[in-house]
C-alpha cells in the first residue's frame, strides 16, 4: 500500500542525498516517479547535496496542486509510482494535505524530506502539517554536530557569523564554510547570512562558532565541562 513518509533531521544530516538516493534505488527497480523541491540552495527546479550530488526536479510555488500533477501526467500515459518531496518545510500546509491526497486516493508513495523548525526553533507550516499527517516519521541517523562536538538539534541562522532570532522565516543563506562566509562578507562590505548547526545549549546561549572562536573555543569547552 502506498505511505506518506516523512524524512527529518537538522540541517547537514544528508536529507537530500537521501532524496536523490532513494529515487536512484525506486527507478532502479523499475518504478517512476517525480522529483519536487523549493527553493534549493542550488537555485530553482534542483535537489542538491552537498556532497555535489544534483538532480533537475520540478519546483514548487504557492500555486502548485500536487494531485493535478499526478493526474496530468497520467492522463498522458506516463506511470507515477511515487513522488520525492524535497524542501518540505517551504511547502504551504494545503500542498501537504494535497500530499496525503496523492497517497490515499491516487495509490502514489509519497517521500518527503524536510527540517521541522526554523532558525527560531519554531515548526514550520508544512512542516507542521506532515508531521500530522504522515504515515511514518524517520529521523535520519546521520547526526549534525555543533562545533562543540555535541549533536546537532537545532538551526540557527547567522550574519557574518553571529547567530540572529528575528526575520523573515525562509531566507536562502551561505551555506559554505565559515571562512568562505567571512570573506565573501569582507569583500561586500554587507552582512552575509549563513546557517549553522548547534546543540541546544549553544543554541541558546547564541554562541556560534565564530563567537566561541572569538572568545577563546577552548575556555568555552572547560566552562561546558564544569
Excluded at 497520467?74 to 520525492?84: A, Q, S
Excluded at 547526526?143 to 531566507?171: F, K, P, S, Y
Amino acid at each position: 500500500m502506498a505511505e506518506l513518509v516523512f524524512f527529518t533531521g537538522t540541517m547537514d544530516c544528508g536529507k537530500s542525498t537521501l532524496a536523490l538516493q532513494t529515487d536512484w534505488t525506486h527507478r532502479s527497480r523499475g518504478r517512476e516517479g517525480v522529483l519536487f523541491t523549493r527553493t534549493d540552495r542550488a537555485g530553482t527546479a534542483t535537489v542538491s547535496s552537498r556532497l555535489g550530488l544534483a538532480a533537475p526536479a520540478e519546483e514548487v510555488t504557492d500555486t502548485t496542486d500536487f494531485e493535478a500533477e499526478v493526474a496530468v501526467r497520467r492522463v498522458h500515459g506516463r506511470t507515477v509510482d511515487y513522488l520525492i518531496c524535497d524542501e518540505v518545510q517551504f511547502y504551504r500546509p494545503e500542498q501537504v494535505e494535497q500530499l496525503a491526497r496523492v497517497v490515499d486516493d491516487l495509490g502514489a508513495d509519497v517521500f518527503a524530506f524536510g527540517i521541522v523548525t526554523d532558525f527560531r526553533t519554531r515548526l514550520f507550516p508544512g512542516s507542521a502539517r506532515m508531521v500530522e499527517l504522515a504515515d511514518r516519521i524517520r529521523f535520519l541517523q546521520v547526526e549534525a554536530l555543533c562545533w562543540c562536538g555535541r549533536r546537532a538539534t537545532h538551526n540557527a541562522r547567522t550574519v557574518d557569523g553571529l547567530m540572529v532570532t528575528e526575520g523573515e522565516q525562509i531566507v536562502v543563506g551561505d551555506v559554505e564554510p565559515l571562512g568562505a562566509v567571512a570573506d565573501a562578507a569582507e569583500r561586500d562590505g554587507v552582512g552575509t547570512v549563513g546557517y549553522e548547526t548547534l546543540c541546544r545549549r549553544h543554541h541558546r546561549q547564541h554562541l556560534t562558532a565564530r563567537r566561541a572562536g572569538d572568545a577563546g573555543a577552548a575556555d568555552i569547552r572547560r566552562d561546558d565541562a564544569r
